[in-house]
Nanobody
Framework: QLQLVESGGDLVQPGGSLNLSCVDS?????????MGWYRQCPGKQRELVAQ???????YYSDSVKGRFTLSRDNAKSTVYLQMNGLKPEDTGIYYC???????????WGKGTLVYVTS
């Protein structure tokens, strides 16, 4: 099980950028986990934004494809979400998520708030 802590959320103007980080402090082998970011926008259900497994080919939702970049540094037990070209509809709480590549339970961070407004 991972212990995930997000950071990097902030208030930003449309068109701006943010880089979210999610660090695991559990000491487990980070590379053995599927990592991703979900978000919950106001009035909407939590949705998957981006996800990365053991390969170098992340998945992106259509709403962020071309604007967001997901990466991971297994040596630092950290996953990043670089967000460019932010839009007001990107406003929400962003949650870090992990799932073992074999069997096991999901883990979630507590979330970080991204607020895009002029």
């Amino acid at each position: 099980q991972l212990q995930l802590v997000e950071s990097g959320g902030d208030l930003v103007q449309p068109g701006g950028s943010l880089n979210l980080s999610c660090v695991d402090s559990s000491g487990n082998i980070f590379s053995h986990y599927l990592m991703g970011w979900y978000r919950q926008c106001p009035g909407k259900q939590r949705e998957l934004v981006a996800q990365i497994g053991s390969s170098d080919s992340p998945y992106y939702s259509d709403s962020v494809k071309g604007r967001f970049t997901l990466s991971r540094d297994n040596a630092k037990s950290t996953v990043y979400l670089q967000m460019n070209g932010l839009k007001p509809e990107d406003t929400g709480i962003y949650y870090c998520h992990s799932r073992p590549l074999g069997t096991g339970m999901d883990d979630w961070g507590k979330g970080t708030l991204v607020y895009v407004t002029s």
